[in-house]
């Protein structure tokens, strides 16, 4: 979201909601005890930043869209390190590269972020597929999953968007071209998210999180197999980075294109750019690798500071 489509008000709200799932999410992950962690969110925020600059034509729309990453994130590394991780990806493209609006961060963490890894993996996702073992069940999950968390993430830009008032959209037709898009795109990325999980699956199904209580992940060792999963991720997240440019779809994605069936524009407004953004808009050859680097550093140093408290609480006691 654009910061023209939310009001202060709304945005707020969105803030205090981000800040506190982000908070309670920091201390859900000092909890997990399985030492490829670190690697995989590092890695894996990589990998979803790039695949997240790659907009995928949807065919007979002119529309375009792009995975999300919340239901392959929480399949990996549980629902509250899938979330930290996307929200880092959420916050540097919106410091470095002004992609959606600063006061808008928070709708967009709490529209992409929350709903997908803590609401549609775990309630969805986690039901269906079970402990991974059935890759028919991975597909059917990731597919479903990833249509109710963009399906709910599309109800909640037009819930946002009419709360807000800044802006003349009929909340009613807005709200049924939003749906029926991200219908859609949800789709797509779900049969995406299958073909990433059932590679995993049958290569290395330990990796893939299947604690029953699905908050305290079990896994531990890096294995040799474990070594090459996280590999196979970070050259696909430098091919993607690299190549994003070739790649993506010029088509406006799902909110400019249900902006534009509208108002005849793809956009209402122009978000603030952000004055640590650098690159806006990814003008760069360079950005997706850039900004892939960034997203990995930020993870390991949110990792370091977030286990170095539990060592020094379980020091203490």
Same mark, same amino acid.
């Given at each position: 979201?654009? &910061?023209?489509?939310?009001?202060?008000?709304?945005?707020?709200?969105?803030?205090?909601?981000?800040?506190?799932?982000?908070?309670?999410?920091?201390?859900?992950?000092?909890?997990? =005890?399985? =030492?490829?962690?670190?690697?995989?969110?590092?890695?894996?925020?990589?990998?979803?930043?790039?695949?997240?600059?790659?907009?995928?034509?949807?065919?007979?729309?002119?529309?375009?869209?792009?995975?999300?990453? $919340?239901? !392959?994130?929480?399949?990996?590394?549980?629902?509250?390190?899938?979330?930290?991780?996307?929200?880092?990806?959420?916050?540097?493209?919106?410091?470095?590269?002004? &992609?959606?609006?600063?006061?808008?961060?928070?709708?967009?963490?709490?529209?992409?972020?929350?709903?997908?890894?803590?609401?549609?993996?775990?309630?969805?996702?986690?039901?269906?597929?079970?402990?991974?073992? #059935?890759?028919?069940?991975?597909?059917?999950?990731?597919?479903?999953?990833?249509?109710?968390? !963009?399906?709910?993430?599309?109800?909640?830009?037009?819930? =946002?968007? =009419?709360?807000?008032?800044?802006?003349?959209?009929?909340?009613?037709?807005?709200?049924?071209?939003?749906?029926?898009?991200?219908?859609?795109?949800?789709?797509?990325?779900?049969?995406?998210?299958?073909?990433? !999980?059932?590679?995993?699956?049958?290569?290395?199904?330990?990796?893939?999180?299947?604690?029953?209580?699905?908050?305290?992940?079990?896994?531990?060792? !890096?294995?040799?197999?474990?070594?090459?999963?996280?590999?196979?991720?970070?050259?696909?997240?430098?091919?993607?980075?690299?190549?994003?440019?070739?790649?993506? #779809?010029?088509?406006?994605?799902?909110?400019?294109?249900?902006?534009?069936?509208?108002? $005849?524009?793809?956009?209402?407004?122009?978000?603030?750019?952000?004055?640590?953004?650098?690159?806006?808009?990814? &003008?760069?050859?360079?950005?997706?690798?850039?900004?892939?680097?960034?997203?990995?550093?930020?993870?390991?140093?949110?990792?370091?500071?977030?286990?170095?408290?539990?060592?020094?609480?379980?020091?203490?006691?």
């Amino acid at each position: 979201m654009a &910061d023209a489509l939310v009001s202060p008000a709304v945005a707020g709200v969105a803030g205090a909601v981000a800040v506190a799932l982000i908070a309670v999410s920091s201390g859900k992950i000092k909890k997990i =005890e399985r =030492e490829d962690i670190v690697p995989l969110m590092g890695v894996l925020g990589a990998f979803v930043f790039a695949a997240q600059m790659i907009n995928f034509s949807i065919p007979g729309t002119g529309s375009s869209g792009h995975i999300i990453g $919340g239901i !392959l994130l929480a399949a990996l590394i549980g629902p509250w390190a899938g979330f930290i991780t996307l929200c880092s990806v959420l916050i540097i493209q919106c410091l470095i590269f002004a &992609d959606g609006g600063l006061m808008a961060l928070g709708c967009n963490i709490v529209n992409m972020a929350a709903v997908s890894c803590l609401v549609a993996a775990p309630l969805v996702y986690k039901p269906i597929a079970g402990r991974g073992k #059935s890759i028919l069940r991975i597909t059917v999950g990731s597919i479903i999953a990833s249509i109710v968390g !963009l399906e709910l993430g599309a109800v909640l830009v037009t819930v =946002e968007t =009419e709360l807000s008032g800044v802006t003349a959209l009929p909340a009613k037709e807005f709200l049924g071209l939003m749906t029926a898009i991200h219908l859609a795109i949800g789709a797509l990325e779900g049969v995406a998210t299958a073909i990433v !999980l059932s590679f995993v699956a049958s290569y290395k199904p330990d990796m893939l999180y299947s604690h029953k209580r699905y908050d305290v992940a079990t896994v531990k060792g !890096l294995s040799r197999k474990g070594k090459t999963v996280i590999t196979v991720f970070a050259v696909l997240a430098l091919i993607m980075a690299a190549g994003f440019t070739w790649f993506a #779809s010029g088509d406006p994605d799902g909110l400019e294109w249900s902006i534009a069936k509208i108002t $005849g524009d793809t956009e209402i407004g122009a978000a603030a750019i952000p004055s640590t953004a650098f690159m806006p808009d990814y &003008d760069s050859t360079f950005a997706g690798v850039i900004g892939g680097v960034i997203v990995m550093v930020l993870l390991w140093c949110v990792c370091a500071i977030i286990f170095r408290r539990r060592k020094a609480s379980i020091k203490h006691q």
